[in-house]
């Protein structure tokens, strides 16, 4: 991870910690396998904000338009869309259905 970027990420840790303010932060850097992550106060605060960060991302994951294999396996795994297999199957239960007059 460059320099400017460990910095600026110790420069907002010494300001929250100064202000009492809670945080949670993580950097990961694909290239090299570095990672960075930064917490600071009251654990119930953190929780909170990972709470939060959770919620957006499950909304940002459901409500993506990216149509990329990573993005919808997301989508899958998450419960938003059911797997091709799946959606097949059951217009395959519901088309034998029409045909034998049962539905």
Same mark, same amino acid.
């Given at each position: ?33 570095? /990672?960075? !992550? ?5 654990? $119930? =605060? ?8 959770? %919620? &957006? ?24 869309? /059911?797997? !091709? ?5 059951? $217009? =395959? ?8 007059? %049962? &539905?």
């Amino acid at each position: 991870m460059n320099k400017k970027i460990e910095a600026l990420l110790q420069g907002l840790q010494d300001e929250c910690n100064k202000a009492e303010l809670p945080m949670v932060c993580g950097i990961i850097d694909k290239n090299n396998d570095a /990672q960075a !992550t930064l917490v600071g106060g009251a654990l $119930i =605060d953190q929780s909170i904000i990972l709470s939060t960060l959770t %919620e &957006l991302f499950l909304n940002s994951v459901k409500n993506g338009t990216c149509n990329c294999s990573n993005c919808e396996d997301l989508r899958e795994a998450f419960g938003f869309k /059911q797997k !091709t297999s799946e959606s097949d199957s059951n $217009i =395959d239960d519901l088309l034998q259905t029409f045909l034998r007059g %049962e &539905l």
